[in-house]
């Protein structure tokens, strides 16, 4: 398997957004076989099934959330309490004023992702409290910025 050794091979943590992945159900079985042959550090998803499905076989979890309004800030933090992973991505991450209010009711770290198309973006987010930043545009991948 070609991918598996890449990702191995890599020197940041890779982590698969297991809802775009045709053909992967949330049972142990895809999981058993994504920590045995493809190694990556953990999956994202939106989806509490797949959370506790990779948790079960040992991996990293990231759920994705898209806050929209105060009905899903409110569901988002019964979600988490129930599923348990090991960070949660805020979406869009434009909103970084949101973070205080989610630390004050949940513990795990805060991802901020999309819409983030700039440095100073980052630089807010990480200001008002995020614990990292999740981006697409791969040249934005090896700047560090300052605290």
């Known amino acids: 398997m070609e991918e598996a050794s890449v990702i191995g091979q890599s020197s940041k943590p890779i982590f698969l ?8 159900l949330n049972d142990k079985e895809s999981f058993r076989f994504l920590s045995t042959y493809i190694k990556p550090t953990g999956i994202v998803t939106t989806k509490g099934p797949m959370i506790r499905a990779a948790k079960k076989e040992g991996m990293l979890t990231i759920q994705r959330v898209f806050l929209i309004d105060t009905t899903s800030l409110t569901t988002t933090i019964k979600n988490v309490l129930e599923n348990q992973p090991d960070a949660i991505e805020i979406m869009p991450g434009i ?7 989610i630390k004050e009711h949940l513990p795990q770290p805060i991802i901020l992702g999309g819409l983030i198309w700039n440095l100073q973006q980052v630089k807010e987010a990480l200001e008002y409290g995020a614990d990292a ?4 545009k791969s040249e934005m991948w090896n700047h560090m910025t300052e605290q």
């Open 17 to 24: 957004h297991t809802d775009l992945m045709n053909g992967l």
């Open 133 to 136: 930043v999740s981006l697409s």
């Open 95 to 101: 909103a970084p004023s949101i973070i205080s209010f």
